[in-house]
């Protein structure tokens, strides 16, 4: 698509026939506050009609983690009008009732997968009306800060069931089964993002921080009276990537926020203690989608091999890659000698990306193979469908799962109540970050946790806060207290007390919101609309969202938003044209990988084939869209740094070396070598070669390779005094001047290096 000035407003040319396309959606624009419990928004949308008779415009969109609506404003031409919340039957039939009346009806509605509708009905032609939306959100909390995402754009969701086709030149569409997903309304999927309605934000984020910075778009921060203000650095931008900030605090210390008896601590994971020399059994799943084609699969495959390089041959791993089939590396754990990690580097180096997303099955392999209690780390874009009935059943595995979501539109709710609700912990790296070091990273602290058995005490906390806690990831708690109480955390070894402070009454008021979206969420995961059926737990389930919405005035799955205006000149009984604003696909996703000239199942070896023949010949007669019912390795390579960067370029690039040294290390924690002293040299230079990095034996995604190799020279190299030096050098994390990975590195280099 191509922009043109030729018109007032945003009024785009198709690239393909060059008439002007009319948009039904003028631009999202998004503010608000965003502290480091989670954040509180503002969502602008522009809509305006540009037919001859009025239209009803829907506009989907995906909720960030942990969210929940609180209200909406409606803005035209001599009105406003704010909405009410109502039971989600009751609201749609005012909804519908106005649109009957020929009124300006606005719904906001929320189906499953966090999934919104955000429908606006009866804009007048030449009308333009503003809808803005308030929403609660959470943040991705670590110990040195958070990580803000907001979704600007809305990824395919694979589905067993689900139908995709693409009914025009680079724009497709995506039907789920109605039996299922009830009346949800999916938007079109455009691969040129260039016709699509503008997008942009001015936030601003409270607190002391240190350090801002986006991975997904170019920004401008200014400091204010405690407060950074982040703005798009452009005037406007298109929407093919979810806005990520991360914001990093001055110190790194227990923060607490508390008022008008509610509160939220964020503990970090260092106050605990370092993670345990205990043995691990630990899983690996790979998604291996079609969705993951490219630079995140080649990333995921060599951090796999990478992370396994932590295994000692005590250490038991298992290796599984799915796609909508699963395929295991061995039935059950496996010893983490060197001879089994080669094997699992060439079980994943024949793993290309293909088909659809099929969690659950992998799931439930990877229980099998645990056999018990375990950690599971996930690699995935998360972009499935049906999250409820997936959420079901890990519950059930019994085991611990952590996500690492990949790319520019990843299914961040859906992968955060994941891993919480089995106990685990979450990331999510986009298009332009490293996958593999992320990885590494999240591996390190698995198997292991800095704290377990913890509780808290003094205080009423809820939701119930985790029972472990993971190196990297705080130990986060909400619950009701007077300011001046003390939080007080027990767990095996050690406790603490923290005292409420007040942090303001606008603060306060934001914690109360945050709270009761976080709980709404939670209860959200825990029913399925599957098979038509309704137990009695689904409906006490379904009783206590419903009053939690009422409690805290958020909407959710069984409460939704509806405004009606009645204007002077409403024609009762005109039908609206049903206009759903498109969608552009992720920039990290391909669009082949979904959509084609034909009809296509998510599993179409086993769907019949004359009954995909039909539906094809349905679709391709299909006049206008359909309505959802919805080696040494040490001197192979010069090191290259490239923390952030384009998955193009990343591809590109030669293997890490850093990547290569972890994935060679032998059993028993050293490197290898032609003989003993050779050993102890490589260990030494490949310590070295970490710290100048940036990772030593406490700190850095391959703190846990370090710990490995510091140990191996405390046992075999004490006699050394030059060994002895690099390691007290790893556990102060201070470098070496020096190009520890050239071959003709030698222990003089070394001497004069550190004296």
């Not at 993951?292 to 041959?313: D, F, T, V, Y």
Request: contains cysteine.
């Amino acid at each position: 698509m191509a922009l043109t000035e030729t018109s007032p407003g945003f009024a785009p040319l198709s690239a393909q026939s060059g008439k002007q396309i009319e948009l039904t959606m003028q631009r999202l624009w998004l503010t608000g506050r965003v502290l480091s419990a989670g954040a509180r928004l503002l969502i602008q949308h522009v809509f305006q009609c540009a037919e001859t008779k009025p239209v009803e415009i829907i506009y989907a969109f995906p909720l960030p983690r942990d969210a929940a609506l609180r209200r909406f404003t409606i803005r035209g031409e001599g009105f406003t009008a704010h909405s009410e919340l109502k039971p989600t039957e009751d609201a749609l039939r005012d909804y519908e009732l106005g649109i009957e009346q020929g009124s300006l009806s606005t719904l906001a509605r929320q189906h499953g997968d966090g999934m919104i509708n955000l429908s606006v009905g009866n804009i007048r032609p030449g009308e333009t009306v503003t809808v803005t939306l308030e929403i609660l959100a959470g943040v991705e909390s670590r110990d040195d800060g958070y990580r803000f995402r907001f979704p600007f754009t809305l990824a395919p969701a694979y589905h067993a069931r689900a139908r995709m086709l693409e009914m025009e030149p680079g724009a497709g569409e995506m039907e789920l089964p109605e039996d299922e997903f009830g009346d949800v309304v999916l938007p079109k999927f455009r691969q040129d993002p260039g016709g699509l309605h503008g997008v942009g934000f001015d936030l601003r984020l409270v607190g002391a921080l240190a350090e801002i910075g986006s991975p997904s778009h170019g920004v401008r921060v200014r400091l204010s009276d405690g407060e950074a203000r982040v703005s798009l650095a452009r005037e406007k931008d298109v929407p093919n990537r979810d806005l990520v900030l991360d914001a990093k605090r001055a110190w790194v210390k227990p923060e607490v926020l508390g008022g008008d008896g509610q509160f939220v601590a964020t503990i970090p994971s260092t106050t605990f203690g370092a993670n345990p020399d205990t043995r691990r059994r630990v899983v690996i799943v790979l998604d291996r989608s079609g969705s993951m084609q490219g630079a995140p699969i080649q990333q995921a495959r060599k951090a796999i091999e990478a992370c396994l390089g932590a295994l000692s041959a005590e250490d038991e791993f298992g290796l599984i890659a799915f796609d909508d089939r699963t395929e295991v590396f061995q039935p059950s754990l496996t010893p983490g000698t060197k001879e089994n990690r080669k094997k699992a580097g060439e079980f994943l180096r024949a793993m290309e990306a293909r088909g659809g997303t099929e969690l659950t099955p992998a799931v439930d392999h990877a229980a099998r193979i645990c056999g018990g209690e375990a950690d599971v780390l996930i690699l995935t874009d998360g972009q499935v469908a049906g999250t409820e009935q997936i959420l079901g059943r890990a519950r059930a595995a019994g085991i611990r799962l952590h996500t690492l979501g990949i790319g520019s539109a990843s299914q961040d709710r859906f992968l955060r109540l994941l891993a919480r609700e089995t106990g685990g912990v979450s990331r999510f790296v986009t298009a332009q970050e490293r996958v593999d070091l992320t990885a590494v990273d999240l591996f390190a602290s698995l198997g292991r946790p800095v704290a377990s058995e913890v509780n808290v005490t003094g205080v009423a906390a809820q939701p119930d806060p985790p029972s472990h806690v993971f190196a990297g990831t705080p130990f986060v708690c909400y619950g009701e207290a007077q300011v001046g109480a003390t939080l007080h955390v027990v767990w095996a070894g050690g406790s603490m007390d923290v005292e409420i402070p007040d942090a303001g009454p606008h603060t306060a008021g934001t914690l109360r919101l945050l709270r009761g979206a976080r709980l709404i969420t939670d209860f959200e995961s825990r029913y399925s609309m599957a098979g038509g059926g309704e137990d009695r737990e689904v409906r006490r389930i379904k009783d206590r969202i419903q009053t939690l919405s009422l409690t805290y005035g958020l909407a959710s799955r069984e409460m939704s938003l509806v405004a009606v205006v009645k204007r002077e000149g409403d024609k009762a009984g005109e039908v609206p044209t049903t206009k759903v604003v498109p969608v552009a696909m992720p920039q990290d996703t391909r669009f082949e990988s979904y959509f084609s000239g034909k009809v296509r199942a998510s599993r179409s070896a086993r769907v019949d084939a004359a009954a995909v023949a039909g539906a094809n010949a349905r679709w391709a007669t299909a006049r206008t869209p359909v309505k959802r019912g919805i080696g040494s390795a040490l001197f192979s390579l010069r090191r290259k740094r490239a923390d952030t960067m384009a998955p193009e370029a990343v591809s590109a690039l030669p293997s890490d070396p850093l990547f290569d040294l972890a994935a060679a290390m032998d059993d028993d924690g050293g490197m290898p070598g032609n003989t003993f002293d050779e050993r102890v040299l490589r260990t030494v230079l490949a310590v070295l070669a970490f710290l100048n990095g940036g990772h030593s034996r406490d700190h850095g995604a391959f703190r846990s390779h370090v710990r490995r190799l510091v140990n191996f020279l405390v046992r075999n190299g004490g006699n050394r005094e030059l060994a002895a030096e690099v390691v007290e050098r790893a556990r102060t994390g201070k470098p070496v001047a020096g190009d520890w990975l050239r071959p003709t590195a030698s222990w003089k280099d070394i001497e004069e290096a550190l004296h």
